[in-house]
């Protein structure tokens, strides 16, 4: 309605400055007069004038309208009634509703930005974002109360507090994360995000001290193990003191000494001196083991990174292992997806932990109906690498699942339930992960994933 008003306004000026012009024309060539000739032209010019200023009325308020718009200037306002008449009302309002709905909008995110402030500021754990300059962008309390660094407006200035934190932080991919301890007091888990805004790419820290949680887990631990290390001890210290006293009371008890000081002993009771004393010797030698098989779990070495090819390791498995599985009547099956995978690991760690559990599974499978172990290979859907051992045994039952892992934990007879125990901590000492999966009667998978 109001363009279309605004499109007549135009016609009738258009229209009346040729009809103007046209008749200053014609009376200019009838009359030959130079007064009616100027005086028609001034008529010509105050039209197009007019025209211009009718035009450009509209423009300017367009042109307000759009600047409101850029610079989130929404004070100004555009009245119902123009100086074009009723025809440009309604668009007068639809401006007004446009410039109403951009100043709601507007509100409502300093609404959401103040509150994300306030809860930025108010949670436990430290935030902060900086840019690819380095610069700052926001801090809250608790990061400024964890890291206690004055004047921090620069990420370099990290470094204040410990230069191996800043390096970590800077070599930090977006979504990663990593622990360092920086004193007794702060022991910090950093994860990374990253963002874009206003076209500007930040990257997002948070900061978290886990040093009682980490206190907590290792007094659990030491619990556990006291309990283990003592149930262990017990079980052999306590037959073995029984037993040496009952020896004693036998050496007591049978044995007499003749007028001339020899003292004579009874065959039995040199049979149960000598059945004494060869289980106090086995039950020690057991305990050895057990202490050995402790220093073995305490004493991992810290895994040697390299590259390295996975057909090579598992041709050297295949090799290894092929007279053992061939005895069992059990087939070993490598499959590798892509054949030129490659990890970057310990090959020597790597491989003991394959070897120990392919083992594992031809124990589990001695009276397995399918006679194949698995070892497989490739990536998942977020290209991070996993080797697979697949068999097709007894299983595990759930409640025994987790408790695998547990050292000294053992399922089967013989053993001394420290091996899963080694493997899990070695793919720890890897920033990896090896988990279990089963179904009783079916198959069990133990999955090695790198990163």
């Given at each position: 309605?109001?363009?279309?008003?605004?499109?007549?306004?135009?016609?009738?000026?258009?229209?009346?400055?040729?009809?103007?012009?046209?008749?200053?024309?014609?009376?200019?060539?009838?009359?030959?007069?130079?007064?009616?000739?100027?005086?028609?032209?001034?008529?010509?010019?105050?039209?197009?004038?007019?025209?211009?200023?009718?035009?450009?009325?509209?423009?300017?308020?367009?042109?307000?309208?759009?600047?409101?718009?850029?610079?989130s200037d929404f004070s100004s306002s555009f009245t119902k009634d123009s100086k074009l008449g009723p025809s440009f009302r309604e668009m007068n309002m639809s401006f007004n509703e446009v410039i109403d709905a951009f100043k709601k909008t507007r509100a409502e995110k300093e609404e959401q930005m103040?509150?994300l402030q306030i809860m930025i500021q108010h949670i436990n754990t430290g935030i902060l974002s900086f840019d690819n300059d380095g610069k700052i962008g926001v801090i809250n309390g608790a990061a400024k109360q964890l890291l206690q660094i004055p004047q921090f407006k620069d990420i370099h200035d990290?470094?204040?507090?410990?230069?191996?934190?800043?390096?970590?932080?800077?070599?930090?991919?977006?979504?990663?994360?990593?622990?360092?301890?920086?004193?007794?007091?702060?022991?910090?888990?950093?994860?990374?995000?990253?963002?874009?805004?206003?076209?500007?790419?930040?990257?997002?820290?948070?900061?978290?001290?886990?040093?009682?949680?980490?206190?907590?887990?290792?007094?659990?631990?030491?619990?556990?193990?006291?309990?283990?290390?003592?149930?262990?001890?017990?079980?052999?210290?306590?037959?073995?003191?029984?037993?040496?006293?009952?020896?004693?009371?036998?050496?007591?008890?049978?044995?007499?000494?003749?007028?001339?000081?020899?003292?004579?002993?009874?065959?039995?009771?040199?049979?149960?001196?000598?059945?004494?004393?060869?289980?106090?010797?086995?039950?020690?030698?057991?305990?050895?083991?057990?202490?050995?098989?402790?220093?073995?779990?305490?004493?991992?070495?810290?895994?040697?990174?390299?590259?390295?090819?996975?057909?090579?390791?598992?041709?050297?498995?295949?090799?290894?292992?092929?007279?053992?599985?061939?005895?069992?009547?059990?087939?070993?099956?490598?499959?590798?997806?892509?054949?030129?995978?490659?990890?970057?690991?310990?090959?020597?760690?790597?491989?003991?932990?394959?070897?120990?559990?392919?083992?594992?599974?031809?124990?589990?499978?001695?009276?397995?109906?399918?006679?194949?172990?698995?070892?497989?290979?490739?990536?998942?859907?977020?290209?991070?690498?996993?080797?697979?051992?697949?068999?097709?045994?007894?299983?595990?039952?759930?409640?025994?699942?987790?408790?695998?892992?547990?050292?000294?934990?053992?399922?089967?007879?013989?053993?001394?339930?420290?091996?899963?125990?080694?493997?899990?901590?070695?793919?720890?000492?890897?920033?990896?992960?090896?988990?279990?999966?089963?179904?009783?009667?079916?198959?069990?998978?133990?999955?090695l994933r790198f990163g």
């Amino acid at each position: 309605m109001g363009f279309k008003s605004f499109a007549v306004g135009l016609i009738i000026r258009v229209v009346m400055i040729v009809a103007v012009a046209y008749v200053g024309v014609f009376f200019f060539q009838k009359e030959q007069s130079v007064l009616q000739g100027i005086m028609f032209s001034m008529i010509v010019l105050v039209l197009t004038v007019n025209l211009i200023s009718y035009v450009n009325t509209t423009n300017r308020k367009i042109t307000r309208f759009l600047e409101s718009i850029r610079y989130s200037d929404f004070s100004s306002s555009f009245t119902k009634d123009s100086k074009l008449g009723p025809s440009f009302r309604e668009m007068n309002m639809s401006f007004n509703e446009v410039i109403d709905a951009f100043k709601k909008t507007r509100a409502e995110k300093e609404e959401q930005m103040l509150f994300l402030q306030i809860m930025i500021q108010h949670i436990n754990t430290g935030i902060l974002s900086f840019d690819n300059d380095g610069k700052i962008g926001v801090i809250n309390g608790a990061a400024k109360q964890l890291l206690q660094i004055p004047q921090f407006k620069d990420i370099h200035d990290l470094g204040k507090l410990s230069r191996a934190l800043l390096r970590n932080v800077l070599q930090l991919k977006p979504g990663g994360s990593f622990s360092i301890k920086i004193n007794n007091d702060l022991h910090l888990n950093v994860q990374s995000a990253s963002f874009k805004m206003e076209g500007h790419s930040w990257t997002l820290i948070s900061f978290q001290n886990i040093k009682s949680e980490l206190q907590k887990n290792e007094l659990q631990a030491w619990q556990n193990l006291t309990k283990v290390l003592r149930h262990e001890i017990m079980n052999s210290m306590t037959p073995i003191a029984s037993l040496a006293n009952s020896l004693g009371t036998i050496l007591e008890e049978d044995v007499e000494e003749k007028d001339d000081g020899i003292l004579v002993m009874q065959r039995d009771c040199f049979m149960d001196l000598s059945e004494g004393l060869e289980t106090i010797s086995k039950r020690s030698a057991g305990l050895v083991e057990f202490v050995n098989a402790y220093r073995d779990y305490t004493n991992i070495p810290q895994p040697v990174i390299k590259r390295f090819a996975v057909e090579q390791m598992f041709e050297n498995i295949c090799v290894l292992l092929k007279e053992e599985l061939t005895k069992a009547d059990i087939k070993l099956i490598p499959k590798l997806q892509p054949k030129d995978l490659e990890i970057l690991a310990d090959p020597d760690l790597i491989q003991m932990i394959l070897i120990n559990l392919i083992k594992n599974a031809k124990e589990a499978m001695a009276l397995a109906v399918n006679r194949t172990i698995i070892l497989s290979a490739g990536t998942d859907s977020q290209s991070v690498p996993y080797i697979q051992v697949i068999d097709h045994g007894e299983g595990i039952v759930p409640e025994a699942i987790e408790r695998i892992f547990v050292p000294f934990y053992t399922t089967k007879k013989t053993g001394s339930g420290i091996g899963l125990a080694i493997s899990r901590q070695i793919m720890n000492l890897h920033k990896g992960s090896l988990e279990a999966e089963s179904v009783v009667g079916e198959k069990t998978v133990f999955t090695l994933r790198f990163g």
